[in-house]
């Protein structure tokens, strides 16, 4: 019996916070360029919003074998979702901390959940509603396909401006 598209996404934000916090210490375990690539190689904005894309991209990739034929919006369905949770992160992290001038550790994780919980949720509403928003899944595709690219590349090479800077070390990169 086929579980209700509810059940999966619930189940797409456990896997995306059970493996995201694990991507964040993977880079630390291994120390290997490969990795790098997909997890947090400091502890700036940007590396954090790497934890999220990873694990809601792969689990997308995995649930699009059962839904991506009963919804036809599949992919514009999960580019939002990904899209508004990598939105989310940096908005939330420097509005409490322009406000209140620190970085609070245990609110930072808070972010990472909270960011991954309303991606889930913009994108069930996505696949639910009656409106023809999707014009191309594969532009849908392309495009996640390029922010994973431009992730890549950032670990490496990031520009010089604050939201690739570790704010603990203040350096970029690897």
């Known amino acids: 019996m086929k579980k209700p598209l509810p059940f999966w996404q619930f189940a797409g934000f456990v896997f995306t916070g059970v493996f995201g916090m694990l991507l964040h210490f993977l880079y630390d375990i291994t120390g290997s360029a490969f990795s790098a690539l ?15 894309f990873f ?14 034929k009963d919804y036809n919006k599949f992919w514009c369905a ?3 979702g990904i899209l508004t949770g990598l939105i989310v992160i940096p908005t939330i ?35 639910k509603s009656d409106k023809n928003f999707c014009k191309s899944p594969i532009v849908a595709i392309i495009i996640l396909c390029i922010i ?7 670990t490496f090479a990031p520009p010089k401006i604050p939201l690739f800077m570790d704010p603990i070390t203040k350096t970029y990169g690897i």
């Open 93 to 127: 992290y420097y509005t409490y901390k322009g406000i209140l001038g620190i970085s609070i550790d245990w609110f930072n994780i808070l972010i990472f959940y909270i960011a991954a919980a309303v991606g889930f949720i913009v994108e069930t509403r996505f696949m």
């Open 78 to 80: 999960k580019l939002i």
């Open 38 to 52: 997909f997890s947090g190689v400091n502890e700036s904005t940007w590396e954090h919003m790497k934890l999220l």
């Open 55 to 68: 694990p809601m991209l792969i689990f997308a990739i995995f649930q699009s074998r059962y839904f991506a």
């Open 148 to 154: 994973a690219v431009l992730f890549f590349v950032f």
